[in-house]
């Protein structure tokens, strides 16, 4: 791994299929650029990665690992940044475990996880893991607001060459469920940090006894700072989710629960736990005590909880009653109807930013454990958002399903910078211990907020800086010049946080005079309105909060070009640098699975590609470099090109790969930059490099198929071995000659 003091471009390594295939395009990326004076490093931000930064002093001198996160932290703070960010799992406790288990296996002396700390050895243990889980990359990388579109290429592309869409019927029972009541969007309360309050803020837990607990101290805030507290009732939620259970029942639909269980990771895994309790109510109210001795942990997910459960005395009689309960439950939406994984199964295993949009786009259909497609009842128990899914049902009820060859786009200006909003409220979320009231304290003694709550409620504090909403509204005030596209504010001024925004961005708007260009819709409509101007093949802006950013920019871009993994994401780093982001990772797991059977990666590297072009006239810009925006523009003619021939992965064996699709972005990278007439030095280089993979092409095509159809070592999952993972993803020696030579 290159280290070097001020790396001109940095490739971050991180997990699963996005890594995989890094192994076979990064050599080529960094041939090509080398040609325009350009260093490519990289910097390792994966699970495995993370974990064995946190644990220096368990690791040999041969072991040793950087810690690459924090570095990076630092280097997205400057102007000289710019960072291609491929998707990193956003690690779910079993991920965690999971990736423990392969290290310890591979002779790294790292520490379990401890699900239930008692020594002050073990605390120290989970802390440090417990900063590694969910959402722990990108708030530390974000030093900036997101701007994210389809790249025109791929939206004409998918006009042309339409995706599959299930059919609506205005009778589908498909409906979303949530709260309402009692959740965090309706107990939410928001203030404005004055200069006064501004400071170190704490977190105090009084019990009903009058014993005072502080939770969390020296919270440091600006002054103009939002700070947002709110909480969800156990008790409500427990309610609703038995509701929302019966409901599905008599509907005769499927129960599907859609949360974030890895961004979100204090939070919704607590809730997911409460749903696979509500699911299996009457197996815990008989053996509860029982499953706290056995370790038994639904926040895990029923996968877990199975595990555990069959190594009991009372295994056997235990798994029978699951079995009967059921049976006797509505049907569950599938992960995997072959393997039986249920939707409760994995907390990190459904995704509602992805699994969403796949019922949405299906048509409204979901898999049940028959093997069939069925209508499904999404249960999302906070109310924040699930209003832009309901909204979404309904609009295909009526209208019917998107007309991918003539709708129009929806583009992204997402604020996120500074860890804003809920994404950054993992160190200031807490499951109740006792009846009481929590406050928020300012530094000046003012109580901000408080929330009379009860023992098992999940409260938290999130906030949002000044500095960051306004570069947020510079960069939407940018992008709606550029473009002229109808652009909307996703705000709710009865929620809290929102009303609170609105307050802070209206006088912006105002002194720029730009206060009759942009709209401002509560998420319904703004929704409602989106899908009425793309239905008619119009473009619009959404201008949206961290959330909404991360749930809009995979639903639209699934419907309209059928993946997120081929957006353009490009995070303005407010201190002048830039970050290039290469796409969802959602799918991931199940790429890497298919690979490792089969030796076939369909992992398309197409958000990779857009994310070099963007970073290579980044960098032409920053440092008057006119050879890098020249690759640049040679590397969209090739995105082009790629498209129009149709030499995106397949999805089966026998079709084009990933591999493949990096050896014709060569080809094509290659042959835009010989044609252009900018640079006669590129010209002149790049056109042997043309002729020689031209030359080579049925060679290279027949050792690219070798081994498709085996199954394939990559040495691990979490921690792959460089050299097998080389073996597999560089398979002609053909090619590899003409990269490194």
């Given amino acids: 791994m290159s280290q070097d003091a001020a790396p001109d471009i940095i490739y971050t390594v991180t997990d699963e299929a996005p890594q995989l295939a890094a192994a076979s395009l990064l050599p080529i990326v960094r041939k090509f650029v080398s ?4 260093d490519v490093s990289t910097r390792d931000i994966s699970v495995a990665g993370r ?8 690791l040999t001198a041969e072991q040793a690992q950087s810690d690459d996160l924090a570095a990076l932290g ?21 991920q965690l475990q999971a990736a423990i288990k392969e290290l310890q296996g591979q002779g790294y002396d790292v520490p379990d996880y401890p ?16 900063t590694i889980k969910g959402s722990a990359v990108n708030p530390v990388l974000r030093e900036g607001n997101s701007d994210r579109r389809a790249p025109a290429a791929v939206k004409a592309y998918a006009k042309d060459n339409p995706h599959s869409m299930g059919a609506w019927s205005a009778d589908s029972k498909t409906k979303v469920s949530t709260m309402g009541a009692n959740d965090f969007r309706s107990n939410e309360k928001s203030v404005t940090l004055t200069a006064a309050q501004a400071g170190a803020l704490k977190i105090d837990h009084t019990a009903v006894d009058g014993a005072v607990t502080v939770l969390k101290d020296g919270i440091d805030m600006s002054e103009g700072a939002i700070v947002d507290a709110t909480y969800m009732s156990r008790a409500a939620l427990m309610d609703f989710l038995a509701q929302a259970i019966e409901d599905t029942k008599a509907d005769g639909t499927l129960f599907s629960l859609h949360m974030k269980a890895t961004m979100m990771k204090v939070s919704d895994p607590i809730i997911f736990g409460h749903a696979v309790r509500a699911y299996l109510k009457p197996v815990f109210d008989k053996y509860d005590a029982e499953f706290k001795v056995a370790g038994v942990n639904p926040n895990s997910g029923l996968g877990a909880m199975l595990d555990v459960i069959a190594g009991m005395e009372k295994g056997a009689e235990i798994q029978a009653e699951i079995d009967a309960v059921m049976a006797d439950r509505p049907p569950m939406y599938m992960v995997n109807s072959d393997k039986g994984i249920t939707n409760l199964h994995v907390p990190s295993d459904v995704i509602i930013d992805a699994s969403m949009p796949a019922v949405l786009r299906a048509g409204g259909k979901g898999w049940g454990p028959d093997g069939k497609e069925g209508d499904t009842n999404c249960v999302i128990p906070d109310s924040s958002y699930a209003p832009v899914y309901a909204e979404t049902v309904e609009f295909f009820k009526a209208n019917g399903a998107l007309d991918v060859t003539t709708a129009g786009t929806v583009q992204n200006i997402g604020l996120m910078a500074k860890k804003a909003e809920e994404y950054g409220s993992h160190p200031t979320t807490f499951e109740i211990p006792a009846d009481g009231t929590v406050k928020v304290i300012a530094a000046n003694g003012d109580v901000l907020t408080s929330h009379d709550v009860e023992t098992g409620d999940i409260w938290r504090m999130a906030s949002t800086r000044n500095e960051a909403v306004v570069n947020w509204v510079d960069l939407a005030i940018s992008r709606e010049t550029t473009t002229g596209y109808p652009s909307v504010f996703w705000l709710d001024d009865t929620r809290g946080h929102d009303a609170e925004l609105i307050k802070m961005i209206t006088p912006i708007l105002e002194a720029k005079g730009k206060s009759d260009t942009f709209q401002i819709m509560a998420p319904a409509a703004a929704t409602r309105h989106a899908l009425e101007v ?3 093949g119009d473009n619009c802006i959404a201008i949206t909060g961290n959330v909404l ?12 070009v059928g993946t997120s993994a081929k957006m353009l994401s490009v995070v303005k780093l407010m201190n ?13 797991p199940k790429h890497v699975q298919q690979l490792m059977e089969e030796n076939h990666l369909r992992w398309d590297s197409l958000g990779e590609f857009c994310a070099i072009a963007e970073s290579l006239r980044f960098f032409g810009e920053a440092h008057g470099n006119a050879k890098a925006a020249v690759m640049g523009d040679a590397a969209d003619a090739a995105i082009i090109k790629l498209l129009g021939e149709g030499k995106s992965p397949g999805r089966k064996v026998g079709q084009p790969d990933n591999r493949d699709s990096h050896f014709f972005f060569a080809l094509y990278w290659a042959e835009a930059l010989a044609a252009q007439t900018d640079d006669a030095d590129l010209a002149a280089t790049f056109a042997d490099m043309a002729g020689a993979l031209s030359g080579q092409a049925d060679t290279i095509a027949t050792e690219m198929m070798a081994g498709r159809g085996a199954a394939v070592d990559l040495g691990g999952y979490y921690n792959t071995d460089d050299a097998k993972v080389a073996a597999v993803m560089r398979p002609s020696l053909t090619l590899n000659a003409l990269i490194d030579g």
């Fill in 576 to 588: 002048g640098g830039g970050m290039f982001e290469t796409g969802a990772g959602g799918s991931a």
């Fill in 51 to 58: 974990i064995l930064a946190t644990f220096p002093e368990r």
């Fill in 115 to 130: 699900e239930a700390p008692s020594t002050d050895e073990e605390k120290d243990i989970r802390a440090r893991y417990d």
């Fill in 534 to 536: 793309i239905t008619k």
């Fill in 549 to 560: 950013r991360d749930y809009l920019t995979d639903l639209f871009p699934i419907l309209e």
């Fill in 74 to 94: 630092q280097l997205v703070k400057t102007a000289q940044a710019n960072v291609i960010k491929l998707p990193n799992i956003s690690a779910s406790v079993p």
């Fill in 35 to 38: 040609a325009a004076g350009i």
